[in-house]
C-alpha cells in the first residue's frame, strides 16, 4: 500500500513566523512532488512542485525535497492570517501514468 | 492562464434522479480527471481521460458514467445515486497524463443526495 503521511495538525503559529510542513512518502520509486492549499469548502490549489533533490522557492514558500529519506516539506515565511489552510501533499505513485498519491493534509492555523 | 471551470457550484439530487456535472479547460490540456473528496478527507481519484480517452477507472460504481466529448470538455453523468455519494467532485488537468507534470483543479461541484 503506498502511502503519504503528514501530520494532521492544527499546526498554529504566530503572524510573521516561519511555518513548517512535513510529508513523507513510501513509494521509492515516486519522481514527483506537489503541495496543495486549499482552504475550508473551496478546492485545492497548487502552490509548489519539485522533483528534484533540494530546495526550490518561490515567493515566500520554499519546498524540500530529500528522496533518499523519502520526505518532503513545505516552509512558508512570514505567514500571514490568509495562509490559514489545509496544505495536502501529494506524490506520484511511481508508475508511468503519473497519478496523484494524496496525504491527508495539515491544517496550518496562523495567529494575528 | 491555469483555469479549470466546473458547473454547477451546487447540487441537490434525489436518489432516482439524473444529472450531470460539466467541467471545461481552455489550456489545451489533453489529461482530465474526476476526484472525489469528502469532508476531512483528501481527493479521491475516480476517472482519467488522457486524449478524450477513458485512461483509468479506480473501480468506480456505474452509477458513476464519464464522458469526454472533446479535448476541453469533461461531463460526469450521475444516476440512482446513494447519500454516501454526497460529496465535493472535483475536476483537474493536465498538459498531459504522467510523471513530472501539474495537475490544476478546479472550484468544484458539492453533491448532496436526498
Known amino acids: 500500500q503506498k502511502e503519504v503521511e503528514q501530520n494532521s495538525g492544527p499546526l498554529s503559529v504566530p503572524e510573521g513566523a516561519i511555518a513548517s510542513l512535513n510529508c513523507t512518502y513510501s513509494?521509492?520509486?515516486?519522481?514527483?512532488f506537489f503541495w496543495y492549499r486549499q482552504y475550508s469548502g473551496k478546492s485545492p490549489e497548487l502552490i509548489m512542485s519539485?522533483?528534484?533533490?533540494g530546495d526550490k522557492e518561490d515567493g515566500r514558500f520554499t519546498a524540500q525535497l530529500n528522496k533518499a529519506s523519502q520526505y518532503v516539506s513545505l516552509l512558508i515565511r512570514d505567514s500571514q492570517p490568509s495562509d490559514s489552510a489545509t496544505y495536502l501533499c501529494?506524490?506520484?505513485?511511481?508508475?508511468?501514468?503519473?497519478?496523484?498519491?494524496f496525504g491527508k493534509g495539515t491544517k496550518l492555523s496562523v495567529k494575528p | 492562464d491555469t483555469e479549470v471551470t466546473q458547473t454547477p457550484k451546487h447540487l441537490v439530487m434525489g436518489m432516482t434522479n439524473k444529472k450531470s456535472l460539466k467541467c471545461e479547460q481552455h489550456?489545451?490540456?489533453?489529461?482530465m480527471y474526476w476526484y472525489k473528496q469528502k469532508a476531512k478527507k483528501p481527493p479521491e481519484l475516480m476517472f482519467v481521460y488522457s486524449y478524450e480517452k477513458l485512461s483509468i477507472n479506480e473501480s468506480v460504481p456505474s452509477r458513476f458514467s464519464p464522458e469526454c466529448p472533446n479535448s476541453s470538455l469533461l461531463n460526469l453523468h450521475l444516476h440512482a445515486l446513494q447519500p454516501e455519494d454526497s460529496a465535493l467532485y472535483l475536476c483537474?488537468?493536465?498538459?498531459?497524463?504522467?510523471?513530472?507534470?501539474?495537475?490544476?483543479f478546479g472550484p468544484g461541484t458539492r453533491l448532496t443526495v436526498t
Open positions: 513509494d521509492r520509486v515516486s519522481q514527483s
Open positions: 483537474a488537468s493536465s498538459p498531459r497524463q504522467g510523471d513530472l507534470i501539474e495537475q490544476y
Open positions: 501529494a506524490v506520484t505513485d511511481g508508475g508511468s501514468q503519473g497519478n496523484l498519491i
Open positions: 519539485i522533483y528534484s533533490n
Open positions: 489550456m489545451g490540456h489533453r489529461a
